[in-house]
Structures are given as structure tokens and as C-alpha cells.
């Protein structure tokens, strides 16, 4: 939805709307605002997006927000814009361990500077010619296992090292929207761009943005819970209301309802894509295009709300990190989710307090985070009120008053989160399902 926004309200302004150009197509949308933000006691959660990432010029969403005056003066200060973060996810607040103990800060902060020293490394191999290995996971083990060859503390520090950088592994995953570190290709690591600027949220919620676009729209010009079944394109379509007159693309809809255009944007999510692959376009896309569906990872990645009556952590606090002791990077996972989901979760983020209400919010990617789907609310909320009263040390640690989640892998029009450069993919697939089609002709339609 937002990326459909955006282009429209670039596009429309400058005269180029490939929405509306010569048949008045609507916008078709599957919900209003595409349900990212949603209320929760005493105010707004995001289920969605979170953060503007590189709040500064070069992102059009900061451009946006800025334009609308839904950012305040921190936010939009030039020391702010310039804040250099390499994308890096800050030190928690505090560290948990599920031993009851709490991780000293020293050593949290020696794995984080190991870990994202790591990450930064890898950005060199973008334009090498060969990689030691494909995947990014796969480096990372080899480099902590050459590290770790180096410590000299005692068996049970080396472990609880392990613990903390598997826990920085699981952020990763929620960073790349994959399941495992291993599945994402070295070689185009680094071809994400990291702008500068302090991450920032929006104080009414990205609602607030998305309103501000739909209100600049002309009236009439979203047609909301319309959901597409195929798009049909390179042919000739008429419309009643426009005897004489045909066009290359007709968008068919669930109910029956056909829009026939001259162009369509489509910004549905990759996992819807690779669900529909074959029946979503008619005629079907070229093979190159549905090579690069295929081929292009596409994960999951799920936020869950806890509300308190009051709040157990610490005023000032902002991140709780949660810490395993019994896993490691270096062992493999066990290959069903269901015994222990919850160890995928990387801690929590403390929202900021709506009057009397406290919430935290918990980030949880891959297998796990799709099971997580599975089970009920009371299920979900009695697992992480042991698993907080279990690292807090804490038994009589009173459970969470109300529970929020996401479920993007269930969601039939998103089918999970957010893509991923896979093994056996690079940068160029991107390039190449982006790319107008038909290829051979001077006007796009698709």
C-alpha cells in the first residue's frame, strides 16, 4: 500500500501518473491504509512498519513525513540526519539471561562490537569476484569459530558468549526478514545502502503519513477491499464508458469487476507473488521474471505487544535482550520450532508509556515466528509470561494485562514479511522483476 502511495504522490505531482493517465483507473486496494498501525489501550501500535530507517534527504519517506509535519524538531534537526548508525540495531538496555542472571554490559557490548565488526566485513565482498563461502551464515560461524579459538576465560564465559552472539544472529534474522543467517547470499550483502540518520518513529503512528497521502488524492480515486485475481495484460480491452477506445491491460477482481487501463502499478508483496505466480498474470510473465519470483528470498518477521499494569523494567530503560544459554551459532537449530519457539524471540523494546499504560514490544523472525501464528492468544501470552518471569528471576512477575500480535505469514495478500537477496540470487533479480513490461515495447504496462 505504501509504496503504491508513494508513487503515486511523486508521480501525480509531476504530471507522469501511471495510475490514472488516460483511463482514470482507481487505486484497487485490499484494506484501507493497509492496516499498519492499530490501536492498542491508551493509544497506537505499529504491526507494521516501525522505524524510518536513515531519516535524512536521500529517503522519500523521510522526504514525506517531513513535507506533512508529522516529525518534530529532533527529528528533523541536521544533527539528527547525520548521525552515521551502519545500520546496526543499538545495545539493549539490559540483558537477560535464562538462567535468571543478567548479562554484564561489558560483555554484551564485546560480542556486539565482534558480531556487527562481522557484518560491516562482509560488505567488502559486493564487488569481489569470488567468496569464500555463499552464505552469510556460513561466514559469520567460520569467523566466530576463528575468534573464539582466541578467548581465555573459563568454559562457562565461552558459552555465554555463544548465547549472546546467537541471540545477535536472531536480530539479524529480523533485520533480513529470513529465517537463518545461512540462507542469505555473501556476495550481495553489501549492496544494501545504509543512509545516514538516527532511526525515528513517527509520535501519531505511520497511519499518520498514510493519511496525509490519501487526503491529497482526488476523491474516488481508492477503491478499498477490491482484491485482484489476475491482471491481464498485452491484449486489447474496452470499457463500456469508453465506446471506440481500448487498452493493453484489464485488472480482473475477486467479485467479478474488471478495470481496464493503460498502465498498473503492482506492488503486491513478494509472498503473495510466489503464491499466485501462476495465475496472477495473464498471459503469464516471462520465464526471467518468474525465475527471479522464485529465486529471491522472502521471510517472515513478527512483532508481538505485551501490555503491563506496571512496568517491571527499569525508568530510562528502552531495549530488554533476551539471552539463551543453551544455544550457540555454531549448532544447528533444531529443525522443528515447536518445543521452543520463544528462544527465537530477541527481547523487547519498550514502547513509550501511553498514560498509564505500559507495553512492550517483541520481535521474532523465520520458522518460529510462523508458528507462533499457529497458536492462540492465551497460548502465546502464557509462553512469554514464563519465559519473562523465568530470565527476570522473578516468579511472581505479573503477567501482561493484554496481548497484540502480528501474523504476516497467515495474512493471505502479504504471506510474510519482507524480502531477502537468497543463495542463488543476487542484486540483479531485484533489478530484473522491477523492470516494466513488455520488455520490447516503448510504453509500459505492467
Given at each position: ?13 509531476a ?12 487505486f484497487?486496494?485490499?484494506e484501507?491504509?493497509?492496516g499498519i ?10 504491526v507494521?512498519?516501525?522505524?524510518i ?10 522526504q ?16 539528527n ?11 539493549p ?11 554484564t ?24 569476484a ?9 561466514y ?8 573464539m579459538?582466541?578467548w ?5 564465559t565461552?558459552k ?10 536472531n ?10 543467517m ?27 503519513l498514510t493519511?496525509c497521502?490519501v ?7 481508492i477503491v ?6 489476475t ?7 474496452q ?5 471506440g477506445q ?8 475477486e467479485d ?5 487501463a493503460?498502465?498498473?502499478?503492482v506492488t ?7 503464491e ?6 495473464e498471459p503469464?510473465?516471462?520465464a526471467e ?7 529471491i ?5 513478527n ?9 517491571f ?10 539471552v539463551?544459554?543453551?544455544t ?10 515447536q ?5 527465537k524471540?530477541?527481547g ?28 492462540s ?14 530470565v ?5 512477575l505479573?503477567?501482561?494485562?493484554s496481548?497484540?500480535r ?8 502479504t504471506?510474510g ?5 537468497a ?6 533479480d531485484?533489478d530484473?522483476l522491477?523492470q ?11
Amino acid at each position: 500500500m505504501a509504496l503504491g502511495l508513494v508513487l503515486r504522490a511523486y508521480l501525480g505531482r509531476a504530471g507522469l501518473s501511471v495510475i490514472q493517465k488516460g483511463s482514470g483507473l482507481p487505486f484497487v486496494e485490499r484494506e484501507p491504509q493497509g492496516g499498519i498501525s492499530c490501536s492498542f489501550p491508551g493509544g497506537v501500535v505499529e504491526v507494521g512498519a516501525h522505524w524510518i530507517h536513515g531519516p535524512s534527504q536521500g529517503n522519500p519517506v523521510f522526504q514525506l513525513a517531513a513535507k506533512y509535519g508529522l516529525l518534530g524538531e529532533k527529528e528533523l534537526s541536521e544533527e539528527n540526519q547525520l548521525v552515521e548508525t551502519g545500520g546496526h540495531v543499538g545495545l539493549p538496555s539490559v540483558s537477560y539471561a535464562s538462567s535468571g542472571r543478567t548479562v554484564t554490559f561489558e560483555l554484551v557490548a564485546e560480542m556486539a562490537s565482534l558480531f556487527y565488526g562481522l557484518i560491516d566485513q562482509m560488505r567488502e565482498f559486493q564487488h569481489a569476484a569470488h567468496t569464500p563461502v555463499p552464505s552469510v551464515g556460513e561466514y559469520l560461524k567460520k569467523e566466530v569459530s576463528r575468534h573464539m579459538a582466541c578467548w581465555t576465560e573459563n568454559e562457562e564465559t565461552k558459552k555465554l558468549k555463544l548465547a549472546v552472539l546467537n541471540t545477535f544472529f536472531n536480530v539479524e534474522c529480523c533485520v533480513s526478514g529470513t529465517h537463518s543467517m545461512d540462507l542469505l547470499a555473501l556476495a550481495p550483502f553489501g549492496e544494501y545502502t545504509v543512509l545516514p540518520g538516527l532511526d525515528c518513529t513517527f509520535p501519531r503512528g505511520y497511519q499518520g503519513l498514510t493519511n496525509c497521502m490519501v487526503a491529497s488524492l482526488p476523491k474516488d480515486t481508492i477503491v478499498f477491499n477490491k482484491p485482484v485475481k489476475t491482471i491481464h495484460w498485452n491484449g486489447s480491452f474496452q470499457e463500456a464508458t469508453s465506446p471506440g477506445q481500448t487498452f493493453p491491460v484489464s485488472v480482473e477482481c475477486e467479485d467479478g469487476a474488471f478495470f481496464p487501463a493503460h498502465h498498473v502499478v503492482v506492488t503486491v508483496p513478494l509472498g503473495f507473488l510466489k503464491e499466485r505466480l501462476d495465475t496472477f498474470f495473464e498471459p503469464p510473465l516471462p520465464a526471467e521474471k518468474a525465475e527471479a519470483i522464485r529465486k529471491i528470498g522472502f521471510g517472515t518477521n513478527n512483532k508481538i505487544f505485551l501490555e503491563f499494569e506496571e512496568p517491571f523494567w527499569e525508568p530510562g530503560c528502552q531495549h530488554i535482550q533476551v539471552v539463551w544459554e543453551d544455544t550457540s551459532p555454531l549448532e544447528d537449530a533444531a529443525p522443528e520450532p515447536q518445543a521452543a519457539w520463544f528462544k527465537k524471540l530477541i527481547g523487547f523494546f519498550v514502547l513509550p508509556s501511553f498514560e498509564s499504560v505500559h507495553v512492550l514490544c517483541g520481535f521474532i523472525a523465520g520458522l518460529e515466528s510462523e508458528f507462533m501464528e499457529t497458536l492462540s492468544d492465551e497460548e502465546v501470552l502464557l509462553s512469554l509470561t514464563q519465559v519473562l518471569r523465568r530470565v527476570t528471576g522473578n516468579p511472581q512477575l505479573p503477567a501482561p494485562r493484554s496481548m497484540l500480535r502480528s501474523c504476516w505469514h497467515s495474512a493471505p495478500y502479504t504471506r510474510g514479511s519482507y524480502s531477502y537477496v537468497a543463495v542463488g540470487s543476487t542484486g540483479d533479480d531485484i533489478d530484473l522483476l522491477a523492470q516494466p513490461l513488455p520488455a520490447d515495447s516503448k510504453e509500459a504496462q505492467v
